[in-house]
């Protein structure tokens, strides 16, 4: 069964960084495009940046500039650089695939709080 594990996350003050990372113990991790989501309380996950197989991004309309999506294909890994931090991105962040295949697993995620 897939799985992600998620870190890096912690409490920040407003206009600092972070950068997440997930492990995913996926077979053959380089030909999936991958996400970060976001579930902030009471509202609903949302993707916020993803990253395809041959490395293209793209990101959230309000989130361009400051955060950055990448991947490390021999690691299984994908990473988020966050930068300028701002309250309103305290959320809980997840990744999965780009696409999420009904009925798959997320991880535990990790906890991002921005605030002085």
């Known amino acids: 069964q897939v799985q992600f594990v998620e870190s890096g996350g912690g409490l920040v003050q407003p206009g600092g960084s972070l950068r997440l990372s997930c492990a995913a113990s996926?077979?053959?991790?380089?030909?999936?495009?991958m996400g970060w989501y976001r579930q902030a309380p009471g509202k609903q996950r949302e993707l916020v940046a993803a990253?395809?197989?041959?490395?293209?991004?793209n990101y959230a309309d309000s989130l361009k500039g400051r955060f950055t999506i990448s991947r490390d294909n021999a690691k299984n890994t994908v990473y988020l650089q966050m930068n300028s931090l701002k309250p309103e991105d305290t959320a809980v962040y997840y990744c999965?695939?780009?696409?999420?295949?009904?009925?798959?697993?997320w991880g535990r995620g990790t906890q991002v709080t921005v605030s002085s």
């Open positions: 999965n695939f780009r696409i999420v295949p009904s009925g798959a697993s």
């Open positions: 996926v077979t053959i991790f380089s030909i999936y495009a």
């Open positions: 990253i395809t197989s041959t490395g293209t991004t």
